[in-house]
């Protein structure tokens, strides 16, 4: 195994080095949106937009990357049990080899694809919250997105400030743990300011609260958002839709983020239409930009 992960480390690292510099800046064609050197609406605001790999969890991790470049998108929020592909069938899991992680970092660097977040994951003990800890800092990652046992969260404030790497509470639907954010909110109070939340749109209207009132309870503590727009309020059978065609008011979620001043990601997903999605995301980000613009006034 460890030759093979070796041998696919040369092929990847030689497919990046005999790049042309050139071709890293070159615009990647979409029906939607495109890589570009030129700044993205989502720029100026200190936004940096991506995509979930959940989201394509019928299909490989190196494979989900092809997708989501495909979608103008330059992050990634890595989904731990993605199964890593090209003949690697290891998991994008935390207690990977140093070796592994090479291999997808290489990977990674070769698409010109950051995976600033990485989770939902929730270890079950000490140790496996640093191993945590010390894989998102090999990996740049900025932002875990977690939903955490509360007996650990000394701790995980005590990692978050060792390795300057920020958790992130993460809502699932109603009756779960943190579905409601004042939950969230109190369970953070009194830890280190790089712990703090990860807002699921599409899992508060399935719960049935406003996404907008749920921001502001946020305020201050909001690091990254979980983004999708639903076809009904307060109901758990709800799909994905377009984002801007559904529920959400896109231009109130723009709004009340910018007047947060919020500075941190934003992972795209599309729980639906699960073998074809990416042109559903790219839509989506097409449409997300455009809103931006619009409530700028442009």
């Not at 990647?28 to 720029?43: C, F, G, K, N």
């Not at 004042?182 to 009194?190: R, S």
């Not at 979620?253 to 997903?269: D, M, P, T, V, Y």
């Not at 239409?273 to 613009?293: H, T």
Request: include cysteine; aromatic fraction near 10%.
């Amino acid at each position: 195994m460890k030759k093979n992960l070796y041998a696919l480390f040369l092929a990847v690292a030689f497919s990046a080095c005999s790049k042309p510099a050139s071709n890293e800046t070159t615009e990647i064609a979409s029906s939607h949106t495109t890589h570009s050197t030129h700044a993205l609406p989502e720029d100026a605001l200190g936004w940096d937009l991506g995509a979930g790999s959940y989201s394509f969890k019928l299909f490989t991790f190196f494979e989900a990357l092809d997708k989501i470049d495909s979608c103008g998108l330059s992050n990634v929020e890595g989904f731990p049990s993605h199964t890593i592909g090209e003949g690697i069938e290891e998991k994008l899991d935390y207690r990977m080899t140093p070796e592994l992680r090479e291999v997808v970092l290489a990977r990674l660097q070769q698409k010109g694809i950051k995976m600033n977040a990485y989770g939902v994951t929730s270890p079950d003990n000490e140790a496996d919250w640093r191993k945590l800890f010390e894989f998102a800092k090999a990996m740049g990652v900025e932002t875990i997105s977690s939903e955490p046992d509360e007996k650990f969260m000394p701790l995980i404030s005590q990692l978050c400030d060792e390795f300057e790497v920020n958790l992130a509470i993460h809502n699932h639907a109603a009756p779960t743990k943190y579905w409601d954010p004042k939950t969230v909110l109190a369970t953070i109070q009194g830890y280190s300011p790089r712990v703090g939340a990860c807002a699921d749109i599409g899992h508060w209207i399935r719960s049935g609260l406003d996404p907008i009132e749920s921001l502001k309870v946020l305020e201050g503590r909001l690091f990254h958002l979980h983004m999708k727009d639903l076809t009904e309020r307060n109901k758990k059978e709800a799909h994905d839709v377009h984002w801007g065609t559904g529920v959400v008011d896109l231009d109130a979620l723009i709004g009340e983020l910018k007047r947060q001043k919020f500075k941190g990601s934003i992972s795209a997903e599309y729980e639906y239409n699960w073998e074809r999605n990416a042109e559903d995301i790219a839509v989506s980000i097409s449409n997300f930009r455009k809103a931006i613009l619009a409530h700028n006034g442009q």
